[in-house]
Nanobody, 126 residues
Framework: QVQLAESGGGSVQAGGSLRLSCAAS?????????MVWFRQAPGKEREGVVS???????SYAQSVKDRFTISLDDAKSTVHLQMDSLKPDDTAMYYC???????????????????WGQGTQVTVSS
């Protein structure tokens, strides 16, 4: 049974940093898998903001580019999202999701993803 567990959310002031992690149990993030961090703010649709594939190739939404950095640990079982220079607009519930596909891009439909974490809240105050 594949399970994903996010951690690292919290509340910070604008300009601050947070580091989210998505740990996979019962699963090794091996070849041809894609992981995307989605976020969903109240009243808004869930949107993908950053992706990474097994080879380490990543893509970022313009809204987070140069502020967020995604990485995959050496064991390929945990994905990290370093979020710097946070803005109030980054406030949302953040979810990691995984699909088995070599087609990996941040702009993607949530319906394509098989496995989801429970989400972690990020709140940025001005």
């Amino acid at each position: 049974q594949v399970q994903l567990a996010e951690s690292g959310g919290g509340s910070v002031q604008a300009g601050g940093s947070l580091r989210l992690s998505c740990a996979a149990s019962g699963y090794i993030y091996n070849s041809n898998h894609c992981m995307v961090w989605f976020r969903q703010a109240p009243g808004k649709e869930r949107e993908g903001v950053v992706s990474i594939d097994t080879d380490g190739s990543s893509s970022y939404a313009q809204s987070v580019k140069d502020r967020f950095t995604i990485s995959l640990d050496d064991a390929k079982s945990t994905v990290h999202l370093q979020m710097d220079s946070l803005k109030p607009d980054d406030t949302a519930m953040y979810y990691c999701a995984v699909k088995k596909s070599s087609n990996c891009y941040f702009r993607t439909s949530p319906t394509e993803y098989t496995y989801w974490g429970q989400g972690t809240q990020v709140t940025v105050s001005s």
